[in-house]
Structure formats: structure tokens, C-alpha cells
């Protein structure tokens, strides 16, 4: 192989690893979207001014922005090396994008179930890559609320209302009916994948059975994306929990943000009612991280 056939396999390497995170990111961008609108509550007081919830219409365009801008006007070009995924030119489409996104869902449906063979592949697994460097680039100029350092560092140390914080044994405790706290990944001054919760790291979480629960989530890492998915124990053991975790509740999972920008850290909330009594995670469902220790225990009693 003479040297640009190499840089041409090289190049076309590189757009198959992007394009396989730029899907599963859409993906995420979609569920941020959706919970956007359909969140019924308020962010967990005391909420910092957030900027109004993104509509489908503007993660359409960014997302069309952040496509073109990744991947040029390839129209045709082959995606994941699977012939059911259609062309770039039909990612870019609005059914394409809806596909991806899961036309408004919690979360997108084929999230939720087995991945079509291929999707990801060995594009997410292959060559060195940090997915959640790359995830975090390409979100990092997503639509969605956001707060200051400043706010986020104060989310951070936070006690929620009406809660417990026994920080010896490294538990918060609600008693309540109506649970809001703010969860921020990977603040300053912690060590990089974990979770910080009233100013403790990746405690237990403990809600009464029936509880309507609002976290609100910051991406607080200057250069990682995180994202937060309730979920039944044992997946924290996965690489890949965007393949392995099941949100444990219906609006359970926001998968994932991107870096913060000079706008300000990427600031999503999610809401679900803890309806079934049992022991459950709260992970990051970016690969690698649950694994790497970034999950906590959530439990229902
Ligand atoms: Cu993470």
C-alpha cells in the first residue's frame, strides 16, 4: 500500500470510529432533549438560573451543524460498515435524526434493548479512543441548560431538603414523598469518574418506595462527558453500560452530557417515580466509567 492509500485507510478508519460515537451520541442528546420538555417538575431548589429547556427544532439544527461540520457533505458514505444504517446522507434527514434520537422518548428505544449488530462494534472499542473525550468534544456546544462553576460547585456540597447526610457512613436518607437532589460527575478537586452528592462522594442514596425523584445532573469535568442512568444492580461491572444498563425507572436515565464551555457546564435533569422497592445503581453510562468506579447505590425501601 503506497503512502496515500495508507493516509486514505487511515482517514476512513477515523471517520468510522466518529461516526459510531456520533451516533450513540445523538442518542444522548436526544434523551437530554426529551427530558428537557417532558420534565413535569422544577430542577431541585435551590436551582440555579438555568437556561430554558431546548426544544427538538434547535437539536435538530445543532445536530445537523455538528454532523456536517464532523463529517463534511459525505453524503453516501457508508456508516458503521452495516448497510442497515443507510448513508450519512440519511443520518442528516429528520428521520434519520429522529431514528437516532428516539423521536422524543425518555430515551431512545434501541437504548433500552439489544443494539442492532454493528451499531457500535468495534468502533466505540477500537483505537485508543476515549469515548468520553470524544463524546465530550462533540457535545460540548449541545443545546440544554446550563449553570455556572460557580453554581455547580455549590450543587455539589448541597444538602438536599429534607434529607439525612450521614457522611461517616456516606449515606443521604429521605424520608419524603417528593425527593430533589443534584448530582455533579467529576467536580474540581475529586478525583476524575466519580459522582459528588452533598459533598460526599458516590454515596448511598436511600428513597422510600413511591417517591417521585428529581436529580439534577452536572457535567462539572473540563474535558469528559458524563451522564447518570438509575439502574438494576450488577451493571456497574460493564465496560459498556450504554449496551448493558436498563434504566431502572421510566425517565431514569440521562446518558450522557458534554464538556462545559464558556456557556457555562451542561446541567440536565432527569425525573421517575421509585415505584418497586429494591436495590439499585446509579452509574455513568459512559464506557468505562461505572467500571472505573463512577456508580453508587441507589436503594428503594
Ligand atoms: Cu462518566
Redesign the pocket.
Known sequence: MNTEETEIMMTRKRNTILAGVAVLAAAGLGAGVAVAISSPGQPPAPAPAASSAASASPGYSWYQSMMSGRYGSGAGTPMMGGSSFGSYGWMMSQAGYRWMTGAGAPWPGWMTSSLPAGMMGTAMMGGGTDP?KVMGTLFANAPGPRVTAAQATALASQAPAGAQVAVAANTITFTTTTVRLAIV??PPGGHD?TFRVAGLVNPDIIVPAGARVTIQIVNA?PD????LVVTASGATASWMPMMTARPAFTGSALW?LGNPTAAGMHAGTIAFTAATPGTYHYL???PG??QKG?AGTFTVR
Open positions: 468520553g460527575a467529576s469518574e469535568d469528559t462527558a458524563h451522564g450522557f455513568c453510562a459512559v466509567h461505572a463512577m
